[in-house]
Every structure is written in structure tokens, then in C-alpha cells.
């Protein structure tokens, strides 16, 4: 018994070194094999994979895998663009692995800051056969070292030049700039954008930087004042900031808010300031639905797509997969917005227009 138990366990702890003394040639040979770094003879391979096939047993997966040439799994790379993961994130999560499953694919989720160990560890040593990665920044070196790797991915989010390579995002420049058009039908002119935290957007994260132009560019066009400020992701900096928007100039009559986490002390610190929404100050933002219908007054929102854009992901990362040859599909998304009790007409008193007018 105790010789069975020994031999399942080193079984279980299979090294390159054991498959090269099992084969009679050399660990380099092996690895050479195995990562395609050079070719090696047909009766060198055969003998390799023989060895393989003995030494991983049942229990070794990765193994089987080797000899496949395949892992029959994907990777999830969704580094939290806040201190954790958003409603959108979570829910990303969940519609990715229910897809994958239909597709026969096992997912590995990584939510790690440490993104160079990630890649070495998944992607450098081919744990998995593609990779889908979220949080995208206009420059990205994530997308540049997928690109060398020669590794399937799909991009969540594009960079600033992604004419080469394959993705779904939300287009929020055009979203955006819907919002302002919207506000500015209902008479606003004087609007405050509430953009995700500073080193975020410094960072180039593109979701930050198509918001900003789509709203400031629409704001020009239209003759209007536009004001940007960032916002870190929480409810306290959402208040905080709002406090001080407020306290240094309140003229604002409708808010554009693209940092859903900060909503709460939004709303929060205009109550406190006796501001009443809408009849003081609208408010337009993208979030997901089941927030949106919490908040009092229900808030006018774009929720995220994660449905779609998880299913698109999946799919056209599975089809590279099935057929190499393919070329990149893009795939752009423009949410429709429900209206709530958030928005309403500008108010008379604070509207520049209807000043100009009188004067």
C-alpha cells in the first residue's frame, strides 16, 4: 500500500528532469520539445511523449496537455482598476466562465496587481491556450508582450492603435457624448464631467480618456461649459469632491458621471447642500441597472453591456483558437440609456441662457 501511495504522489510531481531521465536524453532536449524553441528528431519526440503519457498518469493534467498541445483553457487577466473589483468586473466574471463552458473551456481568473508574474506564470509558460484581458490602457505593454507571445488573446477595451488585434469595448466617446447632448436638449448648459480617479487616467486607461474627449468635444460644439474633475472610486471621494465643486463654484446644473463607485456621495453631498435632484442638478451616468433603480431619485443611466461584451469575447477568442488563420474582429458597443427621475429640465434660475435673455 505504502508503495502504491508513494508512486501516485511522485506522479503527482512530475518535472521535466524525470521525463528526460525517463526518455534517455537530456532536459533541454525536453523543454526544447515542449515550448517549440527548436526543432527535435521523430523518434526523440515519440520517445518524449511516451514517457509523458507514463510519468503524468491520470492525476497529471498538464501532461496530457503537453502531449495534446492544448490545455483546453482559457485565462481571465482583470487587474481591478479601483481598490476591488466593480459590479461590472463580477458580473464580467460569471458570463465569461458560463460561456467558456459551452464552448468546453475551463477558465483561470486572475485578479492580480502583479501583472508581470501573471504573464509569466500563464502566459510565458503556456498554461493556457488564450487569454482574455480587461483594463485597458491606450498604451498598453500587456497587449505588446501578447502580440510577441503569438498567444490568442481578445482585448476588453482597445489601445490607442488597435487596428491589429482583436476586441469589444463600450464606446464611450459616442456614449458620452450622448449624455451631453441629452443634458444640453433639457437646457443645461453648465456641466461638471465626475471621470475616474487621476492616476488612472494618467495612466492612459482608455475608458477615462474616450469619456473626457467625448465629453468635452461635445460640450464645444454645442456651445457649452464643460468642467472635468477625477474622482478616486468610492462613495467618500465622491462626496468629498462633490463638496468641493460646490463650495469653489456651483453653477453646474447637470453632472456627467463615469465613476459609478462615487454616485453615492454624489447624491449624498448635494442633499447636504440643499440641492434637489433634478430640479437643481441632473445627473447621467453609466452604471448598471440594479444601481441605477436604488438610488432616490432613480438615477438616468447607460448600464455596461456585460452580457454581450462577455459572450463576443468568448466567441471570437474560441473561433481564433479553432482557426489561427482568422483576422482580428473588432467589435464596438453603444448602450442605450434608460431614463429615470434623475434628469429634468434645466432650472430657470441658474440658467445662463435664459439670463443672457433677460438682460
Sequence with gaps: ???????????RRVRIYDIARHAGVSATTVSAMLTGNRPVSPATRTRVERSIATLGYRANASAKALVRGRTDSIALL?????????????????????QARASDYDVLVSTSLEQEKVFARLVEEERVDG????EICLEDHRVERLVESGMPFVAVGRTADPGSISWVDIDFAGLVRD???????????????VNTPRPLYDRGYGPAHRA?????????????????VYCDSNPEAGFRVMSEILAEDSSFTGLVVTNDYAVGGIYQALTLEGRRIPRDTSIISVTDARWAEAFSPRL?????PVEEMAVAAVRILTAKLADPA???????ILPPVTLRESTAAAPVRLSSRVLDRLQ
Design 131 to 134: 487569454v482574455i484581458l480587461l
Design 326 to 332: 482568422l483576422p482580428p474582429v473588432q467589435h464596438l
Design 78 to 98: 482583470i487587474p481591478p482598476a479601483g481598490r476591488s473589483l466593480s459590479v461590472f468586473e463580477v458580473d464580467f466574471i460569471a458570463r465569461v466562465v458560463q
Design 300 to 304: 438616468t443611466a447607460a448600464p455596461p
Design 212 to 228: 473626457q474627449s467625448g465629453f468635452l468635444e461635445a460640450c464645444g460644439e454645442l456651445g457649452l461649459r464643460g468642467r472635468v
Design 179 to 193: 449624455f451631453v447632448r441629452y443634458l444640453c436638449d433639457l437646457g443645461h448648459d453648465d456641466l461638471v464631467l
Design 1 to 11: 500500500m505504502e508503495e502504491v501511495v508513494a508512486r501516485k504522489s511522485e506522479a
